[in-house]
Nanobody, 126 residues
């Protein structure tokens, strides 16, 4: 079992930056792939980024590539999402998620992540 708690959400003007944190607990946290997803009202939850358990491999959605950076500190059991050059279309509820290393399927699919946090709201004003 892995428990996830996000923090760092808030309100920011377009062009600004925010950093989200996701604190994890659970004995096997360090072996999990960690992902970030977001969901705006009336839309499906969409993939933002993910990072391998070592931190050496990352994948980003095209919409955030070059602006967002995912990282992790396994000693602190925490995953981060640094968001720069924020746009109004980045407004959404952001969730972190954990995927076991033996799971098959696309890293961008919500169905391949077994554990989810409660989410945190990001609002970007124009």
């Amino acid at each position: 079992q892995v428990q996830l708690v996000e923090s760092g959400g808030g309100f920011v003007q377009a062009g600004g930056s925010l950093r989200l944190s996701c604190a994890a607990s659970g004995r096997t946290y360090g072996s999990y792939v960690m992902g970030w997803f977001r969901q705006a009202p009336g839309t499906e939850r969409e993939f933002v980024a993910c990072i391998s358990y070592s931190g050496g491999d990352t994948i980003y959605a095209d919409s955030v590539k070059g602006r967002f950076t995912v990282s992790r500190d396994n000693a602190k059991n925490t995953v981060y999402l640094q968001m720069n050059s924020l746009k109004p279309e980045d407004t959404a509820f952001y969730y972190c998620a954990a995927r076991s290393p033996w799971t098959e399927g696309s890293y961008s699919s919500t169905e391949t992540y077994a554990y989810w946090g409660q989410g945190t709201q990001i609002t970007v004003s124009s």
